[in-house]
């Protein structure tokens, strides 16, 4: 009995001690899953809005494709060169260069500069309408241009005469990219996604009319994105200008037109990494316009590019909020705070991209309907429909890693890594496997995703996996007392 009784005592301690075991555990497990859902809420509040404001101005030049599309197989080719690779081209410059506020706004507010972000936008106003002056030529010679990169005749000279109506378009880039990260800086995003959507139903109006009720075929269509763009201009900055902002908006100051050359030097390298990024699928279609049967060619895959850039939105609303949210935190002194929210930004990304991925593949025969009836474009679509699918998984990491980049000011190292995954790997990979092995369409989109895209996202995910979080919080703090200086 007595040795009973000893056995049962000696056994309550161990039920304790293993519980005791047990106890912090669950702990760890319920405080990780406390702060992911309170670092969710922090990032969709971002993310959210974000997805609807850019899928609805992206829905604008989806919608003027479709449009351009129900006239003829030549007025779709020629204004999705127009919107894919010339105005794609200046558009990836100018939208890298505004994201140059990404990391200056965002580490100011983060650090209470409120004061900062107006002047900020200021300078990122003059210098991004400079560069609008620089790139006219592009507008002004776009038919020569493509002729020279091998595109026919007909589609180049179609694709000029809507180019030039394009201008005003071009100009709304350099005022409406600064506004939006000037808001989304502040968490008012809000905003961008009303406006946007706004914008949006303005939009659809002005292309019916124009092209249906007016007639003016595909220069009507074009013309119609030029309306839209500014709408939204003129939305974003009423907000702002109305009392929208009131800590960060104080009105023009001359005090935008000092240091100037530093801002020029952030905005460049801004500016390089990102339009690397962007304009590496435009090479995509220039180079399929090579091909045998360039015209079903083209309007095949730029279809496929037009679903992946709309797609491309989500994962480019998680860039934007990694961004805002690494460099909140950067500027704030938390470097713990920032590597949390590159993770959790990170994992939601890749849930919604296998959605995606799974969804492309289960309709992949009927994608195209929307942008077109012919047969022969259909067909070539559901082909390219695999590599869409794995360029939209890939996607679903690569912008929220170059978030993470954004926000902590390393665009410098990251246009080196573009440059070298991009035009060093992927594109004569993709030339290789294109014409070398004669694979086409496909061969040129599978080299340069494989070659490139994959890449590329690896070296960024070591960069992020092996960075020193303590040590960002530093230089951020530094960076921001170095930019307030120059006022």
């Known amino acids: 009995m007595l040795g009973d009784g000893a056995s049962e005592e000696s056994k309550v301690p161990l039920l304790e001690d293993s519980s005791s075991l047990i106890r912090p555990q669950d702990d760890q497990d319920q405080n990780f899953r406390k702060r992911f859902w309170i670092e969710s809420k922090k990032l969709w509040y971002i993310v959210g809005p974000s997805i609807v404001g850019r899928v609805a101005s992206y829905t604008m030049l989806v919608v003027t494709q479709a449009f351009a599309g129900h006239l003829g197989d030549l007025e779709l080719a020629a204004i999705s060169i127009a919107n894919n690779v010339v105005v794609g081209f200046d558009f990836g410059l100018l939208l890298g260069m505004a994201s140059a506020l990404e990391t200056l706004c965002g580490q100011a507010f983060g650090a209470k500069q409120y004061y900062m972000l107006g002047v900020y936008m200021q300078r990122s106003w003059i210098v991004l309408f400079l560069c609008c002056i620089l790139l006219l030529p592009l507008y002004f010679f776009a038919s020569p241009f493509l002729k020279l990169l091998g595109q026919p005749t007909e589609v180049a000279e179609l694709t000029g005469i809507v180019t030039l109506w394009m201008i005003p378009l071009h100009f709304s880039f350099a005022f409406q990219f600064p506004l939006q990260r000037f808001l989304q800086s502040q968490l008012k995003t809000y905003v961008i996604a009303w406006v946007a959507l706004a914008a949006l139903v303005v939009h659809i109006f002005v292309s019916w009319l124009f092209v249906y009720r007016l007639q003016l075929g595909v220069v009507g269509a074009a013309v119609t994105l030029n309306f839209s763009w500014w709408v939204l201009v003129f939305g974003y900055f009423g907000y702002v200008s109305s009392g929208g902002c009131p800590h960060t908006w104080t009105g023009f100051s001359v005090e935008a037109f000092s240091g100037l050359w530093e801002f020029v030097k952030l905005s460049a390298a801004s500016g390089v990494m990102l339009c690397l990024e962007n304009w590496y699928y435009k090479i995509l279609i220039v180079m399929t ?75 992949h025969n009927k994608l195209a309907l929307i942008f077109s009836s012919s047969a022969p474009v259909l067909n070539e679509v559901s082909k390219l429909s695999v590599l869409l699918a794995f360029t939209i998984l890939l996607n679903s990491v690569q912008p929220v890693l170059s978030g993470v980049a954004v926000g902590s000011g390393w665009q410098s190292s990251v246009a080196y890594i573009n440059l070298g995954c991009y035009y060093l790997v992927g594109v004569p990979l993709g030339v290789l496997m294109g014409w070398g092995f004669h694979y086409g369409v496909m061969g040129i989109w599978a080299g340069m995703i494989f070659g490139g895209t994959a890449i590329q996202t690896l070296i960024l995910a070591v960069l992020t996996l092996r960075c020193d979080w303590h040590k960002e919080a530093e230089k951020a703090s530094l960076h921001v007392r170095k930019w307030a200086a120059t006022k």
């Open 289 to 363: 316009g090579n091909l045998p049967n360039a015209e079903i060619a083209v309007d095949a895959l730029s279809i496929c590019m037009n679903i992946n850039g709309w797609e491309m939105m989500i994962p480019l609303a998680f860039f934007a909020a990694t961004g805002v949210r690494v460099a909140n935190e950067l500027g704030a002194g938390n470097g713990k705070g920032a590597k949390f929210a590159t993770a959790v930004s990170v994992i939601t990304s890749i849930i919604i991209g296998l959605f995606f991925w799974l969804l492309i593949i289960i309709f």
